[in-house]
């Protein structure tokens, strides 16, 4: 195609989008509505895969070590657990420390405490152990048990992840993730289909003008190419009103949510990753979305 041609057909699309004013508005609001509720639920389905991450991230391993374990068995069981390849830290926490946190979490109820301290504190030493995926929690868990195997004192005397509590977490996680996958994919098929019809609309009401070029002569090329452009401008328009509109909605939350920090219990997805995963697929959608809806439209009007 030569470029005076081209340049033709992007004129000739421009001006279509111009000149069928009310259809286009139609069109681009069409768009930009159904990419709005889209984006809304991928920002959303964003920050609810965040929160089942941060609340996974919370699982944790405690190891418990038999009362009266010496230092140095302590230093050696700590050196292996770090070993472990799916350890991510190691942190050792005393009896003093146990018992420490133990007063804090009775809060009021610590009196109950009372009289337990150095010489008769009764909680064993420890060590908290935080691993690279939550998924491998129970792996890691395993293995630190069997360094007793090896061990003729056995000097470990718990290992405690909350099983069954870590394994329905992480069923409501993937289920938390799986109905937002389904809710995004669900409205995203249900915007193809409105935008598609919304631009068919359009065409349909030029159908005359597409029959009258197809008598005279102009090849189904030249008279495609024009409403291909028109296809691919309206999308880009509607999606870019979208893209933008939403992620300027979405920093205005983040702004208002770290102002009040008491109103979320975790941080949501920064601007900056939220950008282009959720601002390029609007765009990209919509323009692709444009651009066939507008293919498949004229098609039925070039069989004259």
């Given at each position: 195609m030569r470029f005076s041609t081209f340049s033709r057909h992007i004129r000739e699309g421009t001006k279509s989008i111009i000149r069928n004013g009310w259809m286009s508005f139609a069109s681009i609001s069409s768009i930009a509505v159904s990419l709005f509720i889209l984006g809304v639920f991928m920002l959303l389905t964003l920050n609810v895969n965040r929160f089942a991450d941060q609340v996974e991230s919370q699982a944790q391993i405690r190891v418990f070590l038999e009362l009266d374990t010496p230092e140095e068995k302590i230093a050696g069981i700590e050196r292996q657990i770090k070993l472990i390849p799916e350890v991510k830290s190691v942190v050792f926490v005393s009896k003093h420390d146990a018992l420490e946190r133990l007063r804090e979490t009775l809060g009021e109820n610590a009196d109950v405490l009372d009289g337990y301290e150095a010489e008769n504190n009764p909680l064993p030493d420890g060590f908290d152990v935080d691993v690279f995926e939550p998924r491998q929690i129970s792996i890691a868990a395993e293995k630190i048990k069997a360094l007793n195997d090896t061990d003729p004192d056995r000097s470990i005397m718990r290992v405690r992840y909350g099983e069954e509590t870590v394994k329905q977490l992480f069923r409501i996680t993937n289920g938390i993730r799986n109905i937002?996958?389904?809710?995004?994919?669900?409205?995203?098929?249900?915007?193809?289909?409105?935008?598609?019809?919304?631009?068919?609309?359009?065409?349909?009401?030029?159908?005359?003008?597409i029959a009258i070029m197809k008598l005279v002569g102009a090849t189904n090329g030249f008279i495609r190419w024009p409403f291909f452009v028109e296809g691919a401008l309206t999308g880009l328009i509607g999606s870019l009103i979208t893209a933008a509109g939403l992620l300027a909605g979405y920093a205005q939350v983040i702004r208002s949510t770290r102002l009040d920090l008491g109103l979320m219990m975790f941080d949501l997805v920064p601007l900056e990753e939220a950008f282009w995963p959720v601002g390029g697929t609007i765009v990209g959608l919509g323009t692709l979305i444009g651009i066939f809806g507008s293919i498949l439209s004229v098609r039925k009007y070039l069989r004259v």
């Open positions: 937002g996958l389904v809710i995004v994919l669900g409205l995203a098929v249900t915007a193809m289909f409105l935008i598609s019809t919304s631009i068919r609309m359009t065409i349909y009401a030029r159908r005359r003008e």
